[in-house]
């Protein structure tokens, strides 16, 4: 598998499960806030947003974490394998608000540079509506462009644990 997306809810430890990833199969790692994101949380507009992702997905290979669902459906064109982080949404808003608080005033590793840690009522909101949401359109997307058959799906960290031990293992994603 040389194209992986990773979907799932903030806080359910996509980017991180990339970069495991990456670091066992050798392949670059795309985290799409990096490319989304401008200095001040300014988000970029959607046609460049649409043109930068249309770029991104021609690479040969990569590990890409991220939802943004108006790409969804391109980057799963383009997609071998999808590995969907469905954690419960607790789990998520405990792990979000770790990460506030460790990264508080600072830009995390996987974030576009200039957009500092920061408690979100809005970010929150979305975590907690989740599951209702955006879990639904991707799952709809998914099964919609043919997925279901390559899709991981794993529901605890648990089940993300023993399939990157697989991954060591075999040194392959086998879905």
């Not at 590990?63 to 108006?70: A, L, T």
């Not at 043919?146 to 060591?168: D, H, N, S």
Request: glycine residues 10%; proline residues 4%; aromatic residues 10%.
């Amino acid at each position: 598998m040389d194209r992986i997306l990773i979907l799932g809810c903030g806080g359910a430890g996509k980017s991180t499960l990339a970069g495991q990833l990456g670091d066992i199969l050798g392949l670059p790692i795309i985290h799409l806030d990096q490319g989304y994101w401008q200095p001040g949380w300014t988000p970029l507009s959607d046609d460049a947003w649409t043109q930068r992702v249309a770029t991104i997905i021609q690479q040969k290979n990569w590990i890409m974490d991220g939802n943004y669902g108006s790409t969804l459906e391109m980057r799963l064109i383009r997609a071998e394998a999808v590995i969907f982080l469905d954690y419960p949404r607790r789990l998520c808003l405990w792990r979000v608000m770790k990460r506030i608080w460790r990264h508080k005033g600072r830009t995390r590793p996987d974030m576009a540079p200039g957009c500092t840690e920061r408690w979100d009522w809005e970010f929150i909101r979305y975590i907690w509506g989740f599951r209702k949401r955006g879990r639904i359109r991707n799952y709809r997307m998914i099964r919609e462009q043919g997925m279901l058959e390559k899709t991981v799906v794993l529901k605890r960290p648990g089940e993300t644990k023993a399939f990157i031990e697989q991954v060591k293992a075999t040194g392959s994603i086998d879905v």
